[in-house]
């Protein structure tokens, strides 16, 4: 099984409407990374999450770490044309400063957003 | 700022044939990593660095290797190129002070590469 899971695996939605992604994890999060990919481009970083009950917004965006940190949502609030893309979530699954970068991927949710 | 720069974008390499990715970092961050994304697939760990001289294997460090002789770049090599790495590579980097201290992960545009 994934260490690090992510639904849904796509999700198509009308503009206007709000959306959620989860991401789940089988391990405790030290940390939890969220980006952006758009088709054939790089990864653009979103939030990361370290607390658990940890919530940040940006824009229309907020994720949230659970309390017993082992799992995030990324919310998206009246969604936009602009926010169609692949979204990835990543883990830090280990305590110790060396292991910050040395992430766990999800297999990324694709969104479609239709005007 | 440029941030993190990899090259080249695009390369087709036949079976056996060797080749060097680039990446360079200006933001003067001690932590680099090469990872590869696969179709339908997150990214999986190649190898990454904390420092300049140092290097460790990730999670799927089979036909590569790496370097950081400086700061500012980590090229990853493959010696024997095989269908199996046909894949996107991509380069990232943190400026990592202690565990508190944000610790955003900057990522390269990517590097598409097909073996042949």
């Known amino acids: 099984s994934q260490e690090l899971e992510q639904s849904p695996q796509s999700l198509i939605v009308q503009e206007g409407k709000n959306l959620t992604i989860n991401c789940t994890s089988s391990?405790?999060?030290?940390?939890l990374y969220w980006y952006k990919q758009k088709y054939g481009e790089g990864l653009i970083f979103l939030m990361m999450?370290?607390?658990?009950?940890e919530e940040k917004s940006h824009e229309k965006i907020t994720a949230k770490l659970d309390e017993k940190k082992q799992q995030s949502s990324l919310h998206i609030t009246a969604s936009q044309p602009s926010h169609a893309g692949i979204y990835l979530c990543?883990?830090?699954?280990?305590?110790?400063?060396?292991?910050?970068?040395?992430?766990?991927f999800g297999q990324g949710t694709i969104l479609t957003v239709h005007p | 700022n440029a941030g993190v720069t990899q090259t080249p974008k695009f390369r087709i390499l036949k079976i056996g044939q060797s080749m060097t990715l680039q990446c360079t970092q200006d933001?003067?961050?001690?932590?680099m990593y090469w990872y590869r994304q696969d179709p339908g697939m997150g990214l999986k760990l190649i190898y990454y660095?904390?420092?300049?001289?140092?290097?460790d294997k990730g999670e799927v460090p089979n036909g590569y290797n790496v370097s950081r002789s400086t700061t500012e770049d980590f090229p990853l090599r493959l010696e024997l190129a095989a269908p199996s790495q046909t894949s996107v590579y991509f380069c990232?980097?943190?400026?990592?002070?202690?565990?508190?201290?944000?610790?955003?992960?900057?990522f390269g545009e990517g590097s598409w590469l097909t073996v042949v």
């Open positions: 990543g883990a830090v699954h280990n305590a110790g400063g060396t292991s910050y970068g040395k992430l766990t």
């Open positions: 391990k405790t999060l030290y940390g």
């Open positions: 999450l370290q607390k658990g009950g």
């Open positions: 933001m003067n961050h001690n932590y």
């Open positions: 660095s904390v420092g300049a001289g140092i290097t």
């Open positions: 990232a980097s943190l400026r990592f002070l202690h565990v508190s201290s944000g610790n955003t992960i900057y």
